[in-house]
């Protein structure tokens, strides 16, 4: 089975920062990764998809890059709205979806 | 609107079961393949399964976890799907969520509120 690993668990930034978030799989994965934020509370969102794509209506300071088993969601400006917690997920092993742990993102 | 909208969440002892549904609208439920997934307290999502469209098979695969305990079905008519969970443990206490690949293959981009089961 995949494995999926995200680093850190939780980060605490100040507005306007830069942030990097991290996601490795157990094995090449090639671009199969999507990324998920998801607000207390509520139903998380799909931000970027095959990796690298923004979905539709998600701000151009969220990206995604990376391929095999190393990958990154950076927010290039942090902005008070998009405290949360962020999720990583493979699909690589279909119909198999496997998802890391979460990353908490807060304010500073 | 693509929407879902879960139902049937609850408390429930253990070894009960429950049935979970979820309503459709604003897609062609009918060509959509559906999934399952979870999320216990302060833990990350969990994919329990998925059911393919009846025109694709209407076949339904498990995540090896819950295999046997959980059954994924769908009712067209009703634009609805469902969750049957037997054998119900504490460790089935979580937020569950119906989710699709909307306009994204293999990504979820239509989940719906969530549905709370607490097994206790």
């Known amino acids: 089975d995949i494995q999926m690993t995200q680093s850190p668990s939780s980060l605490s930034a100040s507005v306007g920062d830069r942030v990097t978030i991290s996601c490795q799989a157990s094995?090449?994965?090639?671009?199969?990764l999507n990324w998920y934020q998801q607000k207390p509370g509520k139903a998380p969102k799909l931000l970027i998809y095959d990796a690298s794509d923004l979905a539709t209506g998600v701000p151009s300071r969220f990206s995604g890059s990376g391929s095999g088993t190393d990958f990154t969601l950076t927010i290039s400006s942090l902005q008070p709205e998009d405290i949360g917690t962020y999720h990583c997920?493979?699909?690589?092993?279909?119909?198999?979806?496997?998802f890391g742990q979460g990353t908490r993102l807060e304010i500073k | 609107e693509a929407q879902l909208v879960e139902s049937g969440g609850g408390l429930v002892k253990p070894g009960g079961s429950l049935r979970l549904s979820c309503e459709a609208s604003?897609?062609?439920?009918?060509?959509?393949?559906m999934s399952w997934v979870r999320q216990a307290p302060g833990k990350g999502l969990e994919w329990l399964g998925r059911i393919k469209s009846n025109n694709d098979g209407g076949t339904a695969d498990y995540a090896a976890p819950v295999k046997g305990r959980l059954t994924i079905s769908r009712d067209e008519s009703k634009n609805r799907l469902y969750l049957q969970m037997n054998s119900l443990r504490s460790e089935d206490t979580a937020v569950y969520y119906c989710t699709t690949e909307y306009e994204y293959p293999d990504a979820f981009d239509i989940w719906g509120q969530g549905t709370m089961v607490t097994v206790s």
């Open positions: 094995q090449d994965i090639g671009d199969s």
């Open positions: 997920q493979e699909y690589d092993d279909l119909p198999r979806r496997t």
């Open positions: 604003g897609f062609t439920f009918s060509n959509a393949w």
